[in-house]
């Protein structure tokens, strides 16, 4: 006879409701830890002369920086075309709209657009000029431009240096990838 509480049935309701969670959890380290200076100097020798060069699939870093600027709308149509011309279609809930600014450890300002859930979180965490972890991929390097950089998430580093996250809404996931010489 079957009981309404048979610990079978929780059991396999535990571990089924475990695997979902996990499955819409952040893959943090998917991310190859590198600094920014470098990884900027390495694109160099991605940039066509002219035109746009794609990356297939996104190249994932983890990059220590200092947040110049929070986030504020920017044009992130080119972005968004780029990614689907490599097959990435954001679900409805994950939207793109804005950009942010960061200082690499050798002081270089770069731009990088953020997905909107993302950078609603970064004024209520993180200072101006503090120091942050973010979790990135490189979708593109043009002749005319800087790269297109998409942050997917972020910790903030507090001054013991000590990283602290918590969940926040579904994010973009990318394959990992890398051309030759990033």
Known sequence: ML??????????GIIAALAVSNANAFDYDSYQPENLD???KALQSETPETGVNIFTPPVKRKLEVKLAAYAEDCNTGFLKDAMMMIGIRPPENVSISKCIKVKSPQGQTVSMYIQDGVAA?????????????????????R????????VNEFESISPDKSAWRHERPPTLGFACGSPANL
Do not use: H, N
């Open 3 to 12: 009981q309404f509480f048979d610990p079978r049935l929780w059991f396999v």
């Open 38 to 40: 470098v990884t900027l």
């Open 121 to 141: 979180y970064l004024p209520e965490e993180v200072p101006l000029d503090a120091s942050l972890t973010l979790y990135v991929a490189f979708i593109y390097v």
């Open 143 to 150: 002749a005319d431009g800087p790269p297109g950089v998409l």
